[in-house]
């Protein structure tokens, strides 16, 4: 099992991931007749468990597998918890690990863990020095979009290019660093209880990631390390459960917050959350 986790692992790491995501965007965004891509649609929704009576757009209404992909829901079908201290799921997704930032190292799987600041590279990870992290995994049948699981201020934002490999069980568990290997595209939001930066991990098949508050867009041709902080009086306000922004496809969702700022609710790995669950409040 050890040996094949391994061939698998060593094949990823050497196969172009990043060219195969950008063809399979490309392919992901071509106009398709009805008569082909609704069977499709079916077939993914039937495979991969999607509840298609909370889409909002009518079956039969997508013109592209990713208009589909990036689906938006109807009202109400995620109502965000109105405790002014709740923090709430940014996405539907499972819970991978969550726990304290030590040494300035999070855990990725039981016995592998990587740096904040190759996470964050930029003085910016400072904030979050001996604070805490959630992870959360998208499976392809979750809704794609991601919203802020705090309100506050948008501070900025930092665009990091990097690898695009799976983000499937046995790579995590057995490819260290991987979170801060991969491309990333991490918001920053400015709360009264400090930042918390919400960090959206690239994956193989993740065509683009893309932000609702700004024109960036991950996964291109030419792509370079920016970040961007916005100026006092130029920060985008977000309320809670307010959309950030898409993966084009599912991936890995990573938010980290200040020290002594964060309390987790009762959760357990491998527990499904929705967008707007509370999981977490600020301590008093």
């Not at 398709?32 to 757009?57: A, D, M």
């Amino acid at each position: 099992m050890a040996r094949n986790r391994n061939l698998a692992i060593f094949l990823f790491t050497i196969i172009p991931t990043g060219l195969l995501s950008r063809l399979f965007g490309h392919i992901a965004r071509i106009p398709l007749p009805g008569i082909v891509l609704n069977p499709v649609i079916r077939w993914y929704s039937k495979k991969f468990g999607v509840n298609t009576g909370e889409i909002l757009l009518p079956e039969g209404s997508f013109r592209t597998l990713d208009a589909f992909f990036t689906r938006q829901l109807r009202d109400g079908a995620r109502p965000v918890d109105n405790d002014p201290r709740s923090i709430v799921s940014p996405v539907d997704a499972r819970v991978d690990m969550f726990g304290d930032i030590g040494d300035a190292t999070i855990l990725q799987a039981k016995g592998v863990d990587y740096s904040l600041k190759d996470l964050i590279p930029s003085g910016f990870h400072r904030h979050f020095i001996a604070g805490s992290f959630l992870t959360l995994y998208l499976s392809p049948g979750d809704y794609h979009r991601i919203h802020s699981p705090v309100s506050g201020d948008i501070a900025g934002y930092f665009a990091v290019p990097g690898r695009l490999l799976t983000v499937q069980d046995y790579m995590v568990r057995g490819y260290r660093g991987l979170f801060a290997k991969n491309e990333r595209l991490i918001s920053y939001i400015r709360t009264s209880r400090g930042m918390v930066a919400v960090c959206k991990i690239g994956a193989m098949n993740v065509g683009r990631i893309t932000l609702s508050y700004s024109n960036v867009v991950t996964n291109c041709t030419f792509r370079k390390k920016e970040e961007r902080l916005y100026p006092e009086g130029s920060m985008p306000r977000i309320e809670k459960g307010g959309e950030l922004g898409i993966f084009h496809l599912g991936s890995t969702v990573i938010l980290l917050f200040p020290k002594n700022a964060a309390r987790f609710e009762k959760l357990m790995p491998g527990t499904k959350v929705v967008m707007g669950q509370k999981i977490a409040a600020f301590i008093p």
